[in-house]
C-alpha cells in the first residue's frame, strides 16, 4: 500500500502540492469513486486510480536504453548543462531515476536509466569486469602498437594503473576499444597516453548489451525483461566478429 499522491507523483502527474490539489478539485478516482484526499492509501497493483478518466498505470522499477546526445550530462539535474533525465517525457519525472554510470558530456551512445539501485549496481561494480565497447574517432598517428599497450595496461599520467583493454584500429583515424574499468575521462586519457586526441567518441555496448540503431540522438525506449539481463553479461557482442578476447 503507498499514499495516493505518492503514486501519482511516481506516474509523473506533479508535485506533492499539486496533487493535492488535483484530488481536491475532483480530478482523481479510485476504483471509479472520486477520491479528494491525496494521503489516501492505495494498492498501486490492485487499485483503478484515474485522472480525468486517464488511467494510471504504476511501475515500480523501469528500465530504460537511452542513446545520449553530445551536450547534456549523464546526471538527475546539473545548474549548468541539461540532463539525461531531462529528456525524458514528464511521466517519468517523478519515479526517482538515474543514470546507471556516466557518459562525459560530450560522449554520445548507449546509457541506461533506471530507479532500480541493486540492478544498477550489478552492472556497475567494478569486480564486474564487464565489457563496454567505444568507437573513437582520434586525431594523430595511431600507433602500429597500439593493440598492445592497451593488452598492456596503460599507466595514465596521473599515475592510474589501467586494467587490460583492447583497442583495434578500425578506419584511418578510428578506434574500436573494450574496457572494463569507467574513470573519469578513462577512454580519452588512455587514448591520449599513446599519442592520439578523441575527437568523438560513442559508447555501443555493456555487456552483451548493444546499443539500439533505431534509436536517434536523444531517443529511448524500455528495456525487453530478456535485455535487463544482457549488461551482466561479461563478454560483449562483438568479440567473435573483432576476435576482442581480453
Given at each position: 500500500?503507498?499514499?495516493?499522491?505518492?503514486?501519482?507523483?511516481?506516474t509523473?502527474?506533479?508535485?506533492r502540492?499539486?496533487l493535492?490539489?488535483?484530488?481536491?478539485?475532483?480530478?482523481?478516482?479510485?476504483?471509479?469513486?472520486?477520491?479528494?484526499?491525496?494521503?489516501?492509501k492505495?494498492?498501486?497493483?490492485?487499485?483503478?486510480?484515474?485522472?480525468?478518466?486517464?488511467?494510471?498505470v504504476?511501475?515500480?522499477?523501469?528500465?530504460?536504453?537511452?542513446?545520449?546526445?553530445?551536450?547534456?550530462?549523464?546526471?538527475?539535474?546539473?545548474?549548468?548543462s541539461?540532463?539525461?533525465?531531462?529528456?525524458?517525457?514528464?511521466?517519468?519525472?517523478?519515479?526517482?531515476?538515474?543514470?546507471?554510470?556516466?557518459?562525459d558530456?560530450?560522449?554520445?551512445?548507449?546509457?541506461?536509466i533506471?530507479?532500480?539501485?541493486?540492478?544498477?549496481?550489478?552492472?556497475?561494480?567494478?569486480?564486474?569486469?564487464?565489457?563496454?565497447?567505444?568507437?573513437?574517432v582520434?586525431?594523430?598517428?595511431?600507433?602500429?602498437?597500439?593493440?598492445?599497450?592497451?593488452?598492456?595496461?596503460?599507466?595514465?599520467?596521473?599515475?592510474?594503473?589501467?586494467?587490460?583493454?583492447?583497442?583495434?584500429?578500425?578506419?584511418?583515424?578510428?578506434?574500436?576499444?573494450v574496457?572494463?574499468?569507467?574513470?573519469?575521462?578513462?577512454?580519452?586519457?588512455?587514448?591520449?597516453?599513446?599519442?592520439?586526441?578523441?575527437?568523438?567518441?560513442?559508447?555501443?555496448?555493456i555487456?552483451?548489451?548493444?546499443?539500439?540503431?533505431?534509436?536517434?540522438?536523444?531517443?529511448?525506449?524500455?528495456?525487453?525483461?530478456?535485455?535487463?539481463?544482457?549488461p551482466?553479461?561479461?563478454?560483449?557482442?562483438?568479440?567473435?566478429?573483432?576476435?576482442?578476447?581480453?
Amino acid at each position: 500500500m503507498m499514499r495516493l499522491d505518492k503514486l501519482l507523483g511516481h506516474t509523473g502527474w506533479g508535485t506533492r502540492k499539486e496533487l493535492k490539489e488535483l484530488c481536491k478539485g475532483g480530478h482523481v478516482t479510485v476504483n471509479g469513486t472520486v477520491c479528494r484526499d491525496s494521503s489516501r492509501k492505495v494498492d498501486p497493483f490492485a487499485d483503478a486510480v484515474a485522472v480525468d478518466g486517464e488511467a494510471v498505470v504504476y511501475e515500480e522499477h523501469i528500465y530504460l536504453m537511452l542513446n545520449k546526445p553530445a551536450g547534456v550530462v549523464s546526471a538527475t539535474e546539473d545548474n549548468l548543462s541539461p540532463t539525461v533525465i531531462g529528456l525524458l517525457p514528464q511521466k517519468y519525472q517523478g519515479a526517482g531515476l538515474f543514470p546507471v554510470g556516466r557518459l562525459d558530456k560530450d560522449t554520445t551512445g548507449l546509457l541506461l536509466i533506471t530507479n532500480d539501485g541493486v540492478w544498477a549496481h550489478g552492472i556497475t561494480a567494478p569486480k564486474k569486469h564487464t565489457d563496454k565497447v567505444y568507437e573513437a574517432v582520434v586525431a594523430g598517428t595511431i600507433p602500429d602498437d597500439v593493440g598492445e599497450r592497451f593488452a598492456s595496461g596503460l599507466v595514465l599520467a596521473d599515475g592510474l594503473h589501467c586494467l587490460p583493454a583492447r583497442a583495434e584500429q578500425t578506419g584511418e583515424d578510428r578506434l574500436t576499444i573494450v574496457v572494463q574499468e569507467g574513470k573519469f575521462h578513462q577512454v580519452k586519457r588512455m587514448c591520449a597516453a599513446v599519442g592520439l586526441r578523441v575527437t568523438k567518441l560513442q559508447r555501443r555496448s555493456i555487456g552483451a548489451l548493444v546499443l539500439d540503431e533505431a534509436l536517434q540522438p536523444g531517443d529511448f525506449r524500455p528495456l525487453t525483461e530478456a535485455e535487463r539481463e544482457l549488461p551482466f553479461s561479461s563478454k560483449n557482442p562483438f568479440q567473435q566478429e573483432k576476435n576482442m578476447v581480453l
